[in-house]
């Protein structure tokens, strides 16, 4: 996939990206590959693109980026230089003998290095000629169309370059200005939307991110403070470029944030949707989180993903096949320091006092939006009644949504039911 999806970003070819995009994720491709695969050099025919060091050793294999630069010599000069026809037949051996007995599609025998060069140079010239015949017919209108690559960037929003976020800016795959930001909640990180981000993405520009604490973002050296999450969205926004936001969605914590940008700042988008969490933190939450922070110090973050992980998901409505590795993978790849500045957010907060339900009853109908899983214990009732106290000021400001069967996180183990109240929500 890597060769088709290079070839693509060289010559231009949306509609050949857009299609096969998709594929390469589901296959194993993640954001950051595909924003290094689908940045091709300058349009110069005579260099072979050579792949940044630093972006190859943090998410490209070896194999992958012989791949591309044996693609870009084929699509731009045709004939392929022999030190980077050399490169791959070292990778494509050195990974035989790491997966020694491998065959190919039935009856087509075992599989060699031979045949895998042969494949990769007839890939890469069949989509050559699918992308000029797309780009020449100007197919589903898609010729002069930018590709829609993923941008992956670092945004500062300290005092120095070390404290960044990590963020993802996906383009939709049809050309619009509206776009939408997601806040992970606590002990995930921006994968945790991944049963969602291509419905959205077919509609609105997408960015994800880690908050801080998080993923591939700094951690800080202190408790953070809700205040400091909310004030990290406007920077992501104006990082990308992005003066209004169409709509800021977060979940648990992330649903936290969310509100406190309402609150804070309310031009920032023109909807908010807050999933599964609350307006004050409860007194006892600041024992409990403490709890939790010693428990993972001392037992480590492995033990608190087991303890966490069903409370997410109670009635036993989590698909434990297809979801629980990769959940457990994201508690476990949060730091314990991270951890500890992260929930330290979640102590003691209180929108409530800070004039949450005025800033919210004074928005216009159809822009706010509270989202619960059914079996998320009181936050479908606490989050019923924020509404009620709003709706008393400003009669059907907010909307609430109650997704059937769903946990903590019901963009997951609910992910059709919550997408379709999102999208409908979003397009009013």
Not at 111 to 133: D, K, P
Not at 266 to 295: G, H, M, Y
Request: glycine share 8%; proline share 5%; net charge negative.
């Amino acid at each position: 996939m890597e060769y088709i999806l290079r070839v693509a970003a060289v010559n231009r070819a949306a509609f050949e990206w857009v299609h096969h995009e998709h594929v390469g994720r589901h296959a194993g491709l993640t954001y950051e590959q595909l924003s290094i695969i689908g940045s091709p050099a300058p349009d110069d025919r005579t260099r072979v693109f050579e792949i940044p060091t630093s972006s190859a050793n943090d998410t490209l294999s070896p194999l992958q980026a012989a791949a591309l630069k044996f693609a870009d010599a084929s699509t731009r000069q045709i004939a392929v230089p022999q030190a980077v026809f050399n490169e791959l037949k070292t990778q494509l051996t050195a990974e035989l003998e790491r997966n020694p007995g491998k065959t190919g599609p039935a009856d087509s025998g075992p599989v060699t290095v031979e045949r895998q060069l042969l494949e990769a140079t007839t890939t890469v010239g069949a989509y050559n000629m699918v992308s000029r015949l797309l780009v020449a017919l100007d197919v589903d209108d898609k010729s002069e169309m930018v590709t829609p690559i993923p941008v992956v960037a670092k945004v500062q929003v300290g005092a120095s370059l070390a404290e960044s976020l990590h963020a993802i800016y996906v383009p939709a795959a049809e050309p619009t200005s509206k776009t939408i930001i997601l806040v992970n909640s606590l002990m995930t990180n921006y994968k945790m939307w991944r049963h969602v981000w291509d419905q959205l993405a077919k509609s609105y520009n997408v960015i994800m991110y880690d908050q801080r604490g998080h993923g591939g973002s700094f951690t800080p050296s202190t408790k953070c403070k809700l205040e400091d999450l909310a004030d990290d969205v406007p920077k992501i926004l104006g990082h990308f470029k992005v003066g209004k936001a169409h709509a800021v969605i977060g979940v648990s914590q992330g649903g936290a944030t969310t509100l406190n940008v309402a609150l804070k700042y309310p031009e920032a988008a023109s909807k908010f949707i807050a999933c599964d969490t609350q307006a004050k933190s409860p007194e006892a939450n600041i024992k409990a989180w403490d709890d939790r922070v010693d428990l993972a110090r001392k037992e480590g973050m492995g033990k608190l993903a087991t303890v966490t992980i069903p409370r997410w998901f109670a009635n036993d409505s989590l698909d434990q096949e297809r979801d629980l590795g990769w959940l457990s993978e994201g508690v476990e790849s949060t730091s314990i320091d991270g951890f500890a500045s992260s929930a330290g957010a979640l102590q003691g907060y209180d929108l409530i006092s800070q004039g949450l339900v005025d800033a919210l009853a004074s928005r216009a109908s159809s822009e706010v939006l509270l989202v619960a899983g059914e079996f998320d214990g009181a936050l479908p009732k606490g989050l019923q009644a924020l509404a009620d106290q709003v709706n008393a000021k400003s009669a059907d400001t907010v909307q609430v949504e109650i997704v059937p069967g769903g946990g903590h996180l019901p963009m997951v183990n609910r992910a059709t039911e919550w997408t379709d109240k999102v999208l409908a929500f979003l397009k009013q």
